[in-house]
């Protein structure tokens, strides 16, 4: 009889059985974590998680169930015998080992042994030798798996019942495990086994199998020894002669009154018992600083100003008699306020802006652009040298180059452009030897008009350039 290999369809069972799911990755992360797993039967655990599987675990089992023969079965050999219908039902005894070096996945080797009838034909001996995957989930005593293998079954009788044969198989299915115990476990199993068809080696039949088995497990570690009794508690765990209970610090040997030890808690080489101060660095004999009461650093001894936090070198608060914002110390007229006009700003006197600065503030006239355009007409040039010459004489004035027109045209247009002009007569200033950090810029566009837009001569006051003095 041909012993062509089944096309049976296991390779995606085994390729799953070989692989580790996510979840179970944890596994081989260290030898530390198996040794958690082999002590993982605590006391302290839920009962369905005492038991659970470990990687490391050797299964010696045993089983007994029934194995349901197909009709078109081969197991015959067809040069002594014809092929005779089998009791479809017939007891199914095995022996069984396995080994799980992963909590989640082993491998397992089984031998079955199937007394047979063929009808109306006489007893035969069928029997298997397979070997499988196992692919479970070890989170609970109650452990879900499947299976998937191949291997051989072959039958012996005499030669006028269906002789001897050996045919190749593959199988797979499902179960479950129920661990009793630390060495003991229940297991069901069902089968889906596929063997070559009557006849047919390139095509498969089905038999169905179920067991029930019975199995030894090894390798769990040693069970974890009960915790023992615990020892009465130490009525002076530090043995300084105060107990627990009236001993501030019970587990630091101390002294009177209260059982800590003698400490420097701020650190001054004066123990805290002798220190008046014991949270402040200070001097001998004491423990505390020099008196300094309103703590600025200068002892009272040389303080002016005791109750008042103060600068060196007299203890003090720096002050403004004024109130100007300027210091005394840096105010050249301290009874004096500074007059804030964008003149001398910082010496602190009160002062009016020179007649030649005050004539270029505000609206400059004589400054033109050509029309629609930032481009500044040579006619201009007398105004804008006039006001090079102020700003060179006083170069502490600082001032806002500001850009108007009238409101004819879009808003944003009309915003942009007296920029635009603001801008090119700072850079007319700049090229001329004024400091350009002296000068800003700003477009108001149509939004600040000084005389009425709904005629001609308004919108021309309208379009304007002023000199803004920055007040510091």
Same mark, same amino acid.
């Given at each position: 009889?041909?012993?062509?290999?089944? /096309?049976?369809?296991?390779?995606?069972?085994?390729?799953?059985?070989?692989?580790?799911?996510?979840?179970?990755?944890?596994?081989? *992360?260290?030898?530390? *974590?198996?040794?958690?797993?082999?002590?993982?039967?605590?006391?302290?655990?839920?009962?369905?998680?005492?038991?659970?599987?470990?990687? @490391?675990?050797?299964?010696?089992?045993?089983?007994?169930?029934?194995?349901?023969?197909?009709?078109?079965?081969?197991?015959?050999?067809?040069?002594?015998?014809?092929?005779?219908?089998?009791?479809?039902?017939?007891?199914?005894?095995?022996?069984?080992?396995?080994?799980?070096?992963?909590?989640?996945?082993?491998?397992?080797?089984?031998?079955?042994?199937?007394?047979?009838?063929?009808?109306?034909?006489?007893?035969?001996?069928?029997?298997?030798?397979?070997?499988?995957?196992?692919?479970?989930?070890?989170?609970?005593?109650?452990?879900?798996?499947?299976?998937?293998?191949?291997?051989?079954?072959?039958?012996?009788?005499?030669?006028?019942?269906?002789?001897?044969?050996?045919?190749?198989?593959?199988?797979?299915?499902?179960?479950?495990?129920?661990?009793? /115990?630390?060495?003991?476990?229940?297991?069901?199993?069902?089968?889906?086994? !596929?063997?070559?068809?009557?006849?047919?080696?390139?095509?498969?039949?089905?038999?169905?199998?179920?067991?029930?088995?019975?199995?030894?497990?090894?390798?769990?570690? *040693?069970?974890?020894?009960?915790?023992?009794?615990?020892?009465?508690?130490?009525?002076?765990?530090?043995?300084?002669?105060?107990?627990?209970?009236?001993?501030?610090?019970?587990?630091?040997?101390?002294?009177?009154?209260?059982?800590?030890?003698?400490?420097?808690?701020?650190?001054?080489? !004066?123990?805290?018992?002798?220190?008046?101060?014991?949270?402040?660095?200070?001097?001998?004999?004491?423990?505390?600083?020099?008196?300094?009461?309103?703590?600025?650093?200068?002892?009272?001894?040389?303080?002016?100003?005791?109750?008042?936090?103060?600068?060196?070198?007299?203890?003090?608060?720096?002050?403004?008699?004024?109130?100007?914002?300027?210091?005394?110390?840096?105010?050249?007229?301290?009874?004096?306020?500074?007059?804030? /006009?964008?003149?001398?700003?910082?010496?602190?006197?009160?002062?009016?802006?020179?007649?030649?600065?005050?004539?270029?503030?505000?609206?400059?006239?004589?400054?033109?652009?050509?029309? /629609?355009?930032?481009?500044?007409?040579?006619?201009?040039?007398?105004?804008?040298?006039?006001?090079?010459?102020?700003?060179?004489?006083?170069?502490?004035?600082?001032?806002?180059?500001?850009?108007?027109?009238?409101?004819?045209?879009?808003?944003?247009?009309?915003?942009?452009?007296?920029?635009?002009?603001?801008?090119?007569?700072?850079?007319?200033?700049?090229?001329?030897?004024?400091?350009?950090?002296?000068?800003?810029?700003?477009?108001?566009?149509?939004?600040?008009?000084?005389?009425? @837009?709904?005629?001609?001569?308004?919108?021309?006051?309208?379009?304007? !350039?002023?000199?803004? !003095?920055?007040?510091?």
């Amino acid at each position: 009889m041909s012993q062509t290999p089944l /096309n049976l369809p296991l390779v995606a069972l085994l390729a799953l059985a070989g692989a580790a799911p996510a979840h179970a990755r944890p596994e081989a *992360k260290s030898t530390a *974590k198996s040794t958690a797993e082999s002590t993982a039967e605590s006391t302290e655990e839920r009962p369905l998680r005492r038991l659970r599987p470990v990687r @490391n675990m050797i299964e010696l089992g045993v089983s007994a169930g029934a194995f349901v023969f197909s009709r078109t079965h081969d197991f015959y050999d067809p040069a002594t015998a014809p092929q005779e219908p089998l009791r479809r039902v017939s007891p199914d005894f095995g022996v069984r080992a396995a080994f799980f070096p992963l909590s989640f996945l082993g491998i397992e080797a089984e031998f079955a042994a199937i007394p047979a009838k063929y009808e109306p034909g006489g007893r035969a001996f069928i029997y298997g030798v397979r070997g499988h995957g196992i692919l479970q989930l070890p989170l609970f005593r109650v452990v879900p798996f499947v299976v998937g293998g191949y291997g051989a079954m072959g039958v012996r009788s005499a030669p006028d019942v269906a002789g001897d044969d050996v045919d190749p198989v593959g199988h797979y299915g499902a179960g479950v495990k129920y661990f009793v /115990n630390r060495h003991l476990a229940l297991r069901l199993d069902v089968r889906h086994v !596929i063997a070559a068809q009557a006849a047919q080696q390139a095509d498969g039949t089905s038999h169905l199998e179920v067991l029930a088995g019975l199995s030894l497990t090894l390798g769990r570690g *040693k069970k974890p020894a009960a915790a023992p009794d615990s020892a009465p508690p130490d009525p002076d765990r530090d043995h300084d002669g105060f107990t627990n209970v009236d001993d501030r610090c019970p587990d630091e040997p101390g002294v009177a009154p209260d059982g800590c030890p003698d400490r420097d808690s701020d650190g001054d080489s !004066i123990l805290d018992s002798v220190d008046a101060c014991p949270a402040v660095p200070g001097v001998a004999p004491t423990g505390c600083p020099p008196a300094d009461r309103d703590r600025d650093g200068i002892l009272d001894g040389d303080d002016t100003c005791p109750d008042e936090p103060g600068v060196a070198p007299d203890g003090c608060p720096l002050r403004d008699g004024d109130g100007d914002g300027i210091l005394d110390p840096d105010d050249a007229c301290p009874s004096e306020p500074e007059t804030r /006009n964008g003149f001398k700003d910082r010496d602190g006197c009160p002062d009016t802006l020179p007649p030649e600065v005050e004539t270029h503030t505000g609206v400059i006239r004589g400054i033109f652009f050509d029309f /629609n355009r930032d481009t500044i007409r040579d006619r201009s040039r007398p105004t804008l040298d006039a006001a090079v010459k102020v700003l060179q004489e006083y170069p502490e004035v600082h001032i806002e180059v500001v850009g108007h027109t009238d409101d004819v045209g879009k808003r944003e247009y009309n915003v942009d452009l007296s920029r635009k002009r603001a801008e090119a007569v700072r850079a007319y200033l700049v090229d001329h030897g004024v400091a350009a950090e002296r000068l800003t810029t700003r477009g108001a566009g149509p939004d600040e008009p000084m005389a009425d @837009n709904s005629n001609a001569r308004g919108r021309a006051e309208n379009r304007r !350039i002023e000199f803004k !003095i920055v007040t510091d």
